[in-house]
């Protein structure tokens, strides 16, 4: 697709089996839910889909599973995170060539030692670029590789597929105004992250959209809506709504508050998580769905 690129684009957790194995049927339920609570997008193989628990094999089935059932129904976004840049655009291939609509990677990192310096970064997304599929720049904690500004417009001028950027590091309020400042219309689509726990100070900030988990995606789309109209006094109350919600998956969660939720609501039979991730806490668990049946969200009622 070529933008615009605006509104809420939640990444689809990985459901399990209580044996470990992928649960394919949980897998395409999740991707309806999704998109009935109103998805713009849907990013798969993500962070928060549990890439790093997923073997190659897996990426390549849910890849594929992802963009057959979506159908073009919304457009799907499929990660490509690698520290080697073959890889990187074999994936990259592999995603355009399967209909994939954009690839979303960060910058070569594997563990503390090993990170791209900002020119081998550079140099891995203008490799995936050649593939001619748009890239969405994930600039987020985990990998510890420094991003600037001046970095991320360069690749904005330079690379033609670098077109989205998903600013998730801290102060990304203050990180989004710059990077529309300094690229002016090289940016086309710079996009919140981490849940949307701060996502009404980079909405101020102008970010077009939101890649949020997957687990209240209707009741955050909302705040985008009225934000984007100008209605900010709406926006904020429909933000105060769910932040207490969204504060204690960002802070006590993380991804495991989607499958949560979607276990409650019917939508996947399974909350398992492969080991080395222990499974929530009964308590934390608890608060969580104390705090969402108030707001009475589609994922509680969608499998019901």
């Known amino acids: ?9 939640p990444v689809a957790p990985t459901p399990f089996n209580e044996d470990g194995s992928l649960d394919l049927e949980g897998m395409k339920r999740a991707l309806d839910c999704l998109i009935d609570q109103g998805a713009d997008g849907i990013c798969v193989l993500a962070n928060f889909s549990e890439q790093f628990l997923i073997s190659d094999a897996e990426r390549e089935v849910l890849a594929r599973l992802s963009v057959e059932h979506v159908a073009g129904r919304v457009p ?6 690698h520290y080697a840049t073959q890889i990187a655009v074999e994936r990259a291939q592999f995603a355009k060539d399967l209909g994939a609509d954009v690839v979303m990677m960060m910058p070569p990192y594997h563990g503390a030692l090993l990170k791209g310096t900002p020119e081998q970064s550079f140099e891995q997304f203008a490799a995936v670029g050649e593939v001619g ?15 600037p500004v001046s970095l991320l417009v360069r690749m904005a001028r ?3 597929a670098v077109k989205l950027f998903k600013i998730e590091c801290p102060r990304a309020a203050n ?9 002016g219309d090289a940016i086309e689509a710079p996009f919140d992250g981490e849940e949307a726990i701060t996502l009404l100070a980079d909405l101020d900030a102008g970010a077009t959209g939101s890649m949020t988990s997957g687990m209240i995606v209707d009741q955050i789309k909302p705040v985008l809506n009225h934000h984007h109209a100008g209605r900010i006094e709406e926006a904020t109350a429909a933000y105060g709504r769910v932040a207490m919600a969204i504060n204690h998956e960002n802070r006590q969660c993380g991804w495991q508050s989607c499958k949560a939720a ?23 668990r608890a608060r969580l769905i104390d705090l969402l049946r108030p707001l009475d969200p589609l994922v509680l009622n969608w499998g019901k």
């Open 262 to 284: 979607m276990v409650e609501g019917g939508v996947i039979k399974s909350d398992f998580c492969r080991h080395p991730i222990p499974p929530l806490h009964p308590a934390i």
């Open 175 to 183: 990180k989004i105004r710059a990077l529309i400042e300094q690229g």
């Open 76 to 81: 799907v976004i499929v990660t490509i995170s």
């Open 133 to 147: 599929i748009p890239i969405m720049v994930q600039d987020a904690p985990l990998s510890g590789v420094d991003l």
């Open 158 to 160: 330079e690379i033609e």
């Open 1 to 9: 697709m070529s933008g615009p690129y605006t509104g809420i684009w």
